[in-house]
């Protein structure tokens, strides 16, 4: 055996020179080229529809009050109609098993439809290059703004087009904090300079994580700062729809003139014109198969067609499609019909049972809760000779958005009474009051030690309206 | 951008983010089943709104969280990695 010669190769990376600061990679900065058809429609339409729902709903009134409050300082919800407590957390929880089951599903069906078409993320890049846009020109206009040196126009356009980010930012962030605290009022006061230290802290907070992840981040938060990024393909199969390049059709790519028959030349239908690449968010080109970078927003599948029109070859080069379809080249109808597939059977099930069983619920919610404490202090005492009494702190809520009776009374010892308080008893609109209730026994009613009893809350004016709470009544030994 | 400093901010990301997931769940779990007002710091009720109480919150989940990751970045650290360059850490994805 000869002496192995052996050398160290030093391996470092190569310096980075001029590119933008990238929080996870050194990152150059991606222009997406516009695009248009039918997915960047609908995409547009999604931006719209979701952003109309979001700054809009919290000007809503309902009542006298604001539809959708979560009023944190007071500690209750009100979505239209229904009012939530606190002990109403089990349907917080529903509604987070509810978004992830959907999720589930819509990413077995049809990949990360979520991330291309209604993800915040997704929606406020949109909103920002379109401002971008607006003010820098088209991708051509702005990689020339950005490569030329520093002139009147170019600073001009820069600050216009931050100052319009910054001042959508804050509105956003107004808006985020007009859920929690209400947001005529919140306007008032900042009109007024009068606003609390926390809420201008979150409106600030707010703004700035739009601007930053809508502005500078943009597709680095999809590619290293979502976790559902990461785990995503757990939920794909074989005949998820994915957005994917017809390497079948495509290749070998290459450029040819519009009279030109490619297929005598040998060439397939991909010109190579590197649209799909410009138009993509997220700087990929799809050509090279599905990848993690990859939020599935088509911009690639509506720039191709574009293309495919002009050369007059049919459209769908890059399209929706299941990786079993291209493997096959099976039909359309067979990629749809594979969509109702177990796992997406199963995931649906599961999704309408949860919301059939929690609709049901919050049908039948009673718009009385009713809480019941021993007092803490004594056992039992004697409140007149032969007369024992146990005190308690009740708590009644009334759900409902007006003021209600209650009487109350109790149940399960001979000659039991209500004492202390003057019935009924009458709680206001969406509040709670603590009744501090006594109750009184005939020292004789029964053998000394621990008895159960039953406290009966009951509307005066809807006998429906009740609630029975179980508690425990002390008699002392004599 | 120097290497040096990009892996910096690299690390630095590393903690930040998952802590602000987490905190943001942890509030919502932790500020769902407790009041501000039942709270208390050294036997005494906070003298404080519920608002300042939820935000003091938000950041001390946030802290720890920011403690946590950092704690595991700190112990995934291999001899091997402090030997080279500091850009010869095996786990950060390479330049491109």
Redesign the interface.
Known sequence: MTPVDTRTIPI?????DG?D??????R?KIYPRAVTGRFRNWRVALVIATQVVYYGLPWLEWNDRQAVLFD??L?KFYIFGIVFW?QD?IY?AVLLILSAFALFLFTAVAGRVWCGFACPQTVYTEIFLWIERRIEGDRLAQMKLDAAPNSLRKIAAKTTKHAAWIALSLWTGYTFVGYFTPIRDLGIRIVGADL?G??T??VFFYAFATYGNAGWMREQVCK??C?YARFQSVMFDQDTLIIAYDVARGEPRGARGRKVDHKVRGLGDCIDCSICVQVCPTGIDIRHGLQYDCIGCAACVDGCDQVMDKMGYPRGLIRYASSRSMAEGSSHREIWRRVLRPRTLVYSAILLAIAVAAGVSLALKSPLKVDVARDRGALAREAAPGVIENVYRLQIMNTAEAPRRFRISAVGLPGIEVAGIEQPVEVGAASARLVPLRLQVGAEAAAPGTHRIELQIEAVDDSRVARHESTTFILPRP | ???RR?LT??RL?WIV?PAF?TAAVAE?VFF??F?PFDLHFFGAPLDM????I??MGFFGFWALGCASSALTLFLERTPEADMG?D?GRGSG????
């Open positions: 470092a990376p190569a310096p980075p590119d600061v990238g929080l996870y990679e050194i150059k944190l300082a500690r606190p957390v917080l609390g926390w809420e802290f979150w290293y700062m976790p | 951008m120097t290497t990009w901010t690299q990301m983010w997931l919502l769902s089943i009041d709104s519920r608002e300042s939820y935000a360059a850009a994805a390479p330049p491109r």
